[in-house]
């Protein structure tokens, strides 16, 4: 796949990629993530969480979030050279350990389409978190990737829970979480707790602004997403990266 300047490529991602090293988590400006995108569409992209389905294995029986979830497997050692194939859709699982209140259940969600899979800024977003969680390991062989589009609703009275388990780890080597979209709504605070240093807290509020996380080492959540009056929307694109 083609990236639009392989040089500021490299140097941002790297410079991502070294915080990522240092801190087991790096906050990414929108609008410098943007810049690495190929020509393609965000819009067209983002016009994507309007087709979302019903989450329907909430364990808290919730009716504010909708998903679709995709798979795709990445080659490649660089972002010019990067090949991505899309995988036969199947359930997704989380051991009980990291994720107790499904108790290893598979759960099913709705198919990312492969088209979707393969839209050149879906494509350049994923190429961006692997050479920077690659600058961390130096892997530069296959990866697992999981993709997870979500969309939290809150109306009056009713918040939105990014995240109804609270603290925890999705049990991958590296997810990066991406902002799309985020109107009528306040709270959606990300907290970042590492052991024996005080917990990080930061909120996503422009378009990609996002956030790339080492999962093995630190633990996370996101505060409810409360009304401000109206019907508050928050769309994220989460990516499980998973070095095989």
Do not use: K
Request: charged share 25%; with cysteine; proline share 6%.
């Amino acid at each position: 796949m083609d990236v639009r300047n392989q040089s500021d490529h490299a140097a941002r991602t790297g410079a991502w990629g070294d915080a990522l090293a240092a801190e087991d988590f790096v906050l990414v400006p929108g609008a410098e993530l943007t810049a690495l995108l190929p020509a393609g569409d965000l819009d067209r992209l983002a016009n994507g969480w309007d087709r979302l389905e019903l989450d329907e294995a909430l364990f808290d029986g919730g009716t504010y979030r909708y998903r679709r979830y995709g798979r795709l497997r990445a080659d490649g050692d660089s972002p010019g050279h990067r090949r991505f194939t899309p995988l036969p859709h199947a359930p997704f699982w989380q051991s009980a350990e990291c994720m107790p209140d499904y108790g290893g259940r598979e759960r099913v969600f709705g198919a990312i389409s492969d088209e979707t899979l393969l839209d050149p800024a879906l494509l350049g977003l994923v190429a961006a978190d692997l050479s920077v969680v690659e600058r961390v390991t130096g892997h530069r062989g296959q990866w697992d990737v999981g993709l997870h589009m979500v969309r939290v609703v809150a109306v009056p009275a009713e918040p939105g829970s990014p995240t109804p388990e609270g603290r925890h780890r999705d049990g991958h080597d590296f997810v990066g979480m991406h902002l799309f979209r985020r109107t009528g709504c306040v709270g959606g605070e990300s907290i970042v707790y590492r052991e024996g240093r005080v917990p990080v807290h930061l909120t996503l509020t422009q378009r990609l602004d996002s956030l790339v996380v080492a999962d093995t080492r630190l633990t996370h959540e996101v505060t409810p997403v409360v009304s401000d009056g109206m019907t508050g929307v928050r769309d994220m694109l989460l990516v499980d990266l998973n070095a095989t």
